[in-house]
């Protein structure tokens, strides 16, 4: 992990068109661009390719970065609106969205996790919950999907995810809150969440 | 603090983005409303599921083949077409007459100021912006999407490496206001004014 010097020099060495510096950029932020293009697509081979269209748009384009701005917020502005020009294409080509469910090994991000528990029936429940959520999140409208998959799945403040989606922060604060009212109204109303949702009380009130 | 306005600040208590004043006055809304401690249980519970949801490691080969990528764009030259000798002389007397009419022809459009097709376009822009303006869309936006005109769709987001520089009344958080038939109708609006022009 380069900080954040170490990282402007690379910018720099890109710049001048210096393509291991730009493979070092890639190395850094590659696991941030493809978990938010996997966690909009649910499909590893489509969210590797639009990762790597982010890159490479970002690598012609580099000249352009103003370091005022994070890297890693710069690409996944670029990765959020190549995202978004997909999904809208796709929908006006009458194309349906892949369902959000993994159907085999290499594509299941659960089987991909280190075993914490190597209990069979424990790493069904942590698949079976994380295809519920995924499930429940293909609900959302792009806008409010981005905004849960920057803020749960990259962990960035409300700050930088306003300036991912180009919006005020108080825009991301209520975007986020109905997103999420609207993950809860899915999860706790569906029969299959009943269970899950019995076990959220208990452990939420328990806290 | 009413249950209603709690219920709209949890996600941002779950997230620690509130302020120290409003964050306690959640706190001690929380301790006598069992409905709200409830919601809030919930929410926590949405919020953690979608944490340990999961997410997957890029392919080993993801980064070598980036950056193969990104060589093989920079170094492969522009395509030019082989032609001979006397083909190359007469493409390149065609480029030169071009060029010269085409600078002449700037010269005396810029002498004679915008011509009727450019005052056709700009009025219609101005009136269409007007319009959308009296409904309570900002005008601003329009810079953005006429320069993100490609082809015959309509790309909203004009430059998509510059978005840390767009304020709040860029066209992205724009469209996000409008409802699928508002955003329908607008670009439907916007591809016929560009037809026109």
Same mark, same amino acid.
């Given at each position: 992990m380069v900080g954040r010097d170490g990282e402007l020099a690379l910018i720099l060495k890109t710049k001048n068109g210096d393509l291991e510096a730009f493979g070092e950029l890639v190395r850094t932020h590659q696991s941030l661009v493809v978990n938010f293009c996997y966690g909009m697509l649910a499909n590893r081979e489509d969210a590797e390719d639009l990762a790597q269209e982010t890159f490479l748009r970002a690598f012609s384009a580099i000249?352009?970065?103003?370091?005022? $701005?994070?890297f890693s917020t710069w690409l996944l502005t670029i990765a959020k609106n190549l995202t978004l020009n997909f999904l809208r294409n796709k929908r006006r080509r009458g194309e349906r969205t892949e369902p959000r469910r993994w159907a085999d090994g290499e594509n299941d991000p659960i089987a991909a996790l280190p075993a914490t528990n190597p209990r069979p029936d424990e790493a069904l429940l942590r698949k079976e919950r994380a295809q519920w959520v995924h499930g429940a999140m293909q609900e959302l409208s792009d806008t409010h999907q981005s905004i849960v998959i920057l803020r #749960?799945?990259? &962990?960035?403040?409300y700050e930088e995810i306003a300036n991912v989606m180009g919006c005020r922060k108080g825009t991301v604060k209520s975007r986020l809150s109905r997103a999420r009212e609207q993950l809860r109204e899915i999860l706790l109303t569906r029969d299959v969440a009943s269970e899950h949702g019995a076990t959220a009380a208990q452990q939420g009130e328990a806290s | 603090m009413k249950c209603t306005r709690v219920r709209k600040e949890l996600s941002a208590y779950i997230d620690g983005e509130l302020s120290p004043r409003a964050r306690t006055s959640i706190e001690e809304h929380l301790t006598r409303c069992p409905e709200c401690s409830r919601r809030k249980a919930e929410l926590v519970f949405v919020v953690e599921s979608v944490r340990r949801a999961g997410t997957i490691e890029p392919s080993a080969s993801f980064c070598a083949d980036t950056v193969r990528r990104a060589r093989t764009t920079r170094e492969v030259p522009y395509p030019t077409p082989v032609i001979g000798r006397k083909w190359a002389f007469a493409v390149a007397s065609c480029l030169v007459v071009g060029v010269c009419a085409l600078g002449w022809l700037t010269i005396s459009a810029s002498r004679r100021g915008p011509g009727p097709a450019d005052t056709l376009f700009y009025e219609e822009f101005a009136q269409f912006a007007r319009a959308l303006e009296q409904d309570g869309? #900002? $005008?601003?936006v329009f810079r953005s999407v006429f320069l993100g005109i490609e082809s015959d769709e309509l790309i909203f987001t004009a430059d998509p490496f510059g978005a840390p520089d767009?304020? &709040? #009344?860029?066209i992205g958080p724009m469209l996000d206001t409008l409802s699928e038939d508002e955003e329908r109708e607008l670009r439907t609006a916007l591809l016929e004014l560009v037809k026109e022009v």
């Amino acid at each position: 992990m380069v900080g954040r010097d170490g990282e402007l020099a690379l910018i720099l060495k890109t710049k001048n068109g210096d393509l291991e510096a730009f493979g070092e950029l890639v190395r850094t932020h590659q696991s941030l661009v493809v978990n938010f293009c996997y966690g909009m697509l649910a499909n590893r081979e489509d969210a590797e390719d639009l990762a790597q269209e982010t890159f490479l748009r970002a690598f012609s384009a580099i000249k352009n970065y103003k370091p005022r $701005a994070k890297f890693s917020t710069w690409l996944l502005t670029i990765a959020k609106n190549l995202t978004l020009n997909f999904l809208r294409n796709k929908r006006r080509r009458g194309e349906r969205t892949e369902p959000r469910r993994w159907a085999d090994g290499e594509n299941d991000p659960i089987a991909a996790l280190p075993a914490t528990n190597p209990r069979p029936d424990e790493a069904l429940l942590r698949k079976e919950r994380a295809q519920w959520v995924h499930g429940a999140m293909q609900e959302l409208s792009d806008t409010h999907q981005s905004i849960v998959i920057l803020r #749960d799945f990259e &962990g960035m403040t409300y700050e930088e995810i306003a300036n991912v989606m180009g919006c005020r922060k108080g825009t991301v604060k209520s975007r986020l809150s109905r997103a999420r009212e609207q993950l809860r109204e899915i999860l706790l109303t569906r029969d299959v969440a009943s269970e899950h949702g019995a076990t959220a009380a208990q452990q939420g009130e328990a806290s | 603090m009413k249950c209603t306005r709690v219920r709209k600040e949890l996600s941002a208590y779950i997230d620690g983005e509130l302020s120290p004043r409003a964050r306690t006055s959640i706190e001690e809304h929380l301790t006598r409303c069992p409905e709200c401690s409830r919601r809030k249980a919930e929410l926590v519970f949405v919020v953690e599921s979608v944490r340990r949801a999961g997410t997957i490691e890029p392919s080993a080969s993801f980064c070598a083949d980036t950056v193969r990528r990104a060589r093989t764009t920079r170094e492969v030259p522009y395509p030019t077409p082989v032609i001979g000798r006397k083909w190359a002389f007469a493409v390149a007397s065609c480029l030169v007459v071009g060029v010269c009419a085409l600078g002449w022809l700037t010269i005396s459009a810029s002498r004679r100021g915008p011509g009727p097709a450019d005052t056709l376009f700009y009025e219609e822009f101005a009136q269409f912006a007007r319009a959308l303006e009296q409904d309570g869309l #900002d $005008a601003t936006v329009f810079r953005s999407v006429f320069l993100g005109i490609e082809s015959d769709e309509l790309i909203f987001t004009a430059d998509p490496f510059g978005a840390p520089d767009l304020s &709040g #009344d860029s066209i992205g958080p724009m469209l996000d206001t409008l409802s699928e038939d508002e955003e329908r109708e607008l670009r439907t609006a916007l591809l016929e004014l560009v037809k026109e022009v």
